[in-house]
């Protein structure tokens, strides 16, 4: 009887509020699983027909494998594979934090102008490296890029600094400045040669094919300080999401907030990007897809925006690799084609739910 | 506990919006205040300014502690402000925002339940607990934003215009409840109004503010007559009582310009 009594009791708004939040968990880690999922066929994905047997294998007991086959494992494929979770990862935590400072859903990681910086600098040590012989072209392009990336951000806070201003002007600034990033960009390509600008193309279409453990290391170090950083500020985002009024009646200090959110943003991106390029939709759209999944509460908006940035990357590192057999397609075209049929699906289901 | 209010003025982009308010008695313990005056007058920057989101002059005493010299998290502790704007249609329940705004405001986990179940249930909002922001009305968002406000408990209340998104019925219900709180807490709650009818119903006592100047302070029927009205409002209206004894406004006709004696700054 008491039993009874028991399950048609009402549940407390507490227990209702952690029983929402229970299934957000699950969907962290249902997401989790995909990833390793999809992490696990993108090692398995490539030109040298390694069966995914002997992966599994070799991951376990590395002494197990030939040697070349050791060397396409743990040189090639794992440094490839880790640095599209690394990436993605970054960019939807950035693209994450970006549209929640600047309360605009078409924010992104490169909607300051990031990319086209970061496309400036590859593209002057790309151009100029004949001037530089003393630095080599493997290190000068993503350290241009990196610097030019972070000048561009400390520009954008010095402006706001001395304007003021809220998230439209930020906006205003950062497309301001894109422009005329690009019209460098542009000067470079015409001060290229053609050799010279072929690179800067392909430089600047993203591509995980300039991986490495080092490399690979920095990003993810970076990721980590930046995820448990942004973490350190889930309420405080939350209630931004509210409205800057709201999140300013309560205590939380907006500027300041936003000023940090934007250091940290540009600090994960001109990492990830200076290694790989521009990979462009993953930092708009892994959010989104986040958001339908677990809602904007951003103690679990920020890990699962996170997931999604770092699955699509890796599914899009196997369709670049899929796609035109013994050929890789740059990963920054690919990005869209598995991004938008996912992100269509996904609102096209939420809508037949409803 | 009490407000008080000497010499305030807030300039915003080298323009005086309020300018030299002072109260000649502290707003008191358990009381509730309107801030009633036309279109401009400055009330929200004034609101604003109590709860130290403006840069302002002058003094601000709550309990003879001077307001300014408190840092915003502590200052947020004790004032609460429920601004003029809505909280945004977002993937955010209501009860998450009222959670998180407690945690921000250093009130513990379980007391945070309680005072959110409470609210919530005070106002008549724990069927929408669950539910997103995107899927609210503008009213009922606007009641969410009341219940965080109460829910923190906070020493001095500043509403802005707190039920401009609200029917009549919760019009009344909203400012019942701000008013049974602030007595039965003795805190101070101030109060941005256009309906000079809630002002007379709900207030113990109104300021009037107009050109960003305090033109009246003192008992809501006391203050507002006739003459005030035409000056500061430049409309013909008398305070009569009605069938239950209350003061209540009645409208006659818009008058011209001519009548308005201060003008919107």
Request: net charge positive; glycine share 8%; charged share 15%.
């Amino acid at each position: 009887m008491s039993t009874t009594l028991a399950l048609k009791m009402p549940l407390s708004l507490a227990q209702r509020y952690h029983r929402a939040n229970l299934r957000r968990a699950a969907v962290l880690l249902l997401l989790g699983a995909a990833l390793c999922l999809s992490l696990l066929w993108d090692i398995a994905t490539g030109p040298s027909g390694l069966p995914l047997r002997d992966i599994v294998q070799g991951l376990l007991a590395p002494e197990s494998l030939e040697v070349a086959d050791r060397v396409i494992l743990f040189d090639v494929r794992l440094p490839y594979t880790c640095m599209a979770l690394v990436v993605g990862a970054a960019l939807g935590l950035a693209g994450a934090q970006m549209q929640t400072v600047l309360n605009n859903p078409l924010a992104s990681p490169f909607t300051l102008g990031l990319a086209a910086a970061a496309t400036l600098g590859a593209a002057m040590a790309i151009v100029f490296v004949p001037v530089l012989p003393w630095l080599p072209v493997e290190l000068l392009t993503p350290l241009c890029a990196f610097l030019m990336a972070l000048l561009s951000t400390g520009l954008i806070l010095l402006l706001l600094r001395w304007h003021g201003g809220g998230s439209h002007s930020l906006v205003l600034f950062g497309i301001a400045l894109m422009f005329a990033l690009e019209a460098l960009v542009s000067l470079m390509h015409f001060l290229a040669d053609s050799n010279a600008l072929e690179q800067i193309v392909f430089w600047s279409m993203g591509s995980l094919g300039r991986a490495s453990w080092p490399n690979v290391l920095l990003v993810a170090v970076t990721l980590l300080l930046c995820f448990g950083l942004a973490m350190r500020r889930a309420w405080a985002l939350t209630l931004l999401r509210s409205g800057e009024a709201q999140a300013e009646s309560l205590g939380v200090d907006v500027t300041r907030v936003r000023r940090a959110c934007l250091v940290e943003v540009s600090l994960l991106t001109a990492v990830a990007l200076c290694f790989v390029g521009t990979i462009g939709f993953v930092g708009l759209v892994g959010p989104h897809i986040a958001r339908l999944l677990v809602g904007e509460q951003h103690r679990y908006f920020l890990p699962a925006s996170t997931l999604c940035g770092a699955l699509m990357l890796s599914l899009a590192s196997i369709a670049s690799k899929s796609l035109i057999p013994g050929l890789i397609v740059p990963i920054g075209i690919v990005t869209a084609l598995v991004g938008v049929p996912a992100f269509m699906l996904l609102i096209l289901g939420r809508r037949a739910a409803a | 506990m009490s407000l008080q209010i000497t010499a305030l003025s807030v300039q915003r982009q080298r323009r005086c919006i309020v300018e030299d308010v002072s109260l000649a008695t502290p707003l008191a313990a358990g009381s509730l205040t309107a801030l009633v005056g036309p279109n401009g007058a400055g009330k929200s920057t004034l609101i604003h300014a109590l709860a130290g989101l403006l840069p302002s002059s002058g003094q601000l005493l709550l309990d003879e502690v001077p307001l300014s010299a408190l840092p915003l998290r502590q200052r947020s502790r004790q004032v609460a402000l429920l601004p003029q704007s809505l909280p945004q249609s977002v993937g955010l329940s209501p009860y998450e925002l009222l959670l998180g705004g407690l945690l921000a405001n250093g009130v513990g986990r379980c007391e945070a339940e309680t005072r959110i179940d409470a609210v919530l249930r005070r106002l008549g909002l724990l069927a929408l607990a669950m539910q997103r922001l995107d899927t609210l009305s503008g009213g009922q968002r606007q009641m969410v934003a009341l219940a965080q406000v109460l829910a923190r408990q906070p020493r001095l209340l500043l509403l802005d215009e707190p039920t401009s998104a609200l029917d009549l019925r919760w019009q009344l219900a909203v400012l019942g409840a701000v008013g049974e709180d602030v007595r039965q807490r003795g805190a101070i709650g101030v109060i941005a109004l256009h309906d000079l009818n809630l002002a007379l119903r709900v207030c113990d006592r109104v300021l009037v503010l107009a050109g960003g100047r305090l033109q009246a302070d003192g008992a809501p029927d006391a203050v507002l007559d006739a003459a005030l009205l035409r000056r500061v409002y430049g409309i013909s209206a008398r305070i009569e009582p009605c069938s239950q004894g209350r003061a209540q406004l009645i409208v006659d006709q818009l008058l011209s310009e001519t009548h308005l004696e201060v003008l919107p700054s």
